[in-house]
């Protein structure tokens, strides 16, 4: 991909000292623009003072550098957490939030701008793929953030706009760079890779020797249901994507996530949790339970309070490891993709 060839802040230690014997530079130049890129997190050639100027502006030349922009921040009066929107160096925008908690701050990037996988609920996926993000536009998403905030951020979540697994070797790269101790050096342990369950993919993830950790959005308890949700589900059985599932915690020995999104009247019946947890037996595994949010263009509504207590009392009943997730930041526009939706829609009608 041309792009990735041409963005410096997306090359990998191997890939800059091949870049830097080029230029006829000494390997470690390398090292030390590394560390200006991700560990002191300068974006600008002019502030990188141990290069030289000819050095500096060699590079300025060939790899110009277009950090992304904040366009809009919200906060939320009810705990505090944050959504951003970033214009990309082309001219994108995507959005990330900031979640505080009490171990920990975490923030949840986007992984492609749009998503072609068109799951009915889901607000990111209804302009279908623009196009993939690239490493550093990732890694971005969490430099400025914290540069931003002020807040040391601890804990990842792939899990904004787009299917990370349909982004797989900018995923994996940035996976690398955003835990390498040159780098920003957050723990594999603390980052989680959410995926609609792209089969091959999860097998693929599973040999990378990463100690991240998976989480499956499962959403239903049969294939029927699932194909109504999510058109992935017509590709790939459950039966396929659990048993990749379960090849990813025998080579990881991670603990598997499964996200559940609860839908009204769709799949938050008592059965359905019964369903789910033979589904589920003898897995190491932790179940998300999460109040759908809805969006404007589709009629889906949220299941009651009582319905959902319900549902993971079922489920607890069957021996699974089950929690509600907490809704952060409900009074800033809800659903991953909702606030970027409504910006595009807003700058579109000017
Ligand atoms: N494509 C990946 C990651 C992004 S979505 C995936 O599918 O896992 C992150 C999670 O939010 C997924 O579980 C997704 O199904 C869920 N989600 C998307 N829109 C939602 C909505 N409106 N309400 C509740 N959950 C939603």
Redesign the pocket.
Known sequence: MKELELDIKSMTMPQLKAVMEELGEKPFRAKQLYEWFHQKRVWNYEEMTNLSKGLREQLSVKYPLKPIEVVQVQTSKIDGTQKYLFRLGDGNVIESVLMKYKHGNSVCIS?QVG?R?G?R????TLDGLTRNLLPSEMLEQIYRIQEISGERVSNIV???????MDNYDNVVQFLHMVSDELGICISQRNITV???GLVPRIRQLAEEQLQITL???L?APNDEKRQELMPIARKYTLEEVLDACRYYFEKTGRRLTF?Y?LVGGVNDFQEDAKQLSGLLKGLNCHVNL??????KERNYRKSNREVIENFKIKLEKYGINVTIRREMGSDID????QLRKRYMEETESE
């Open positions: 992984s998503c996988m799951c609920f889901c607000a990111s792939i899990m904004g706009t787009g299917e990370p959410s995926t609609c989480a499956l959005s959403h996200e999104s999460i109040p759908v949010n809805p969006i809800g659903a991953c993709g």
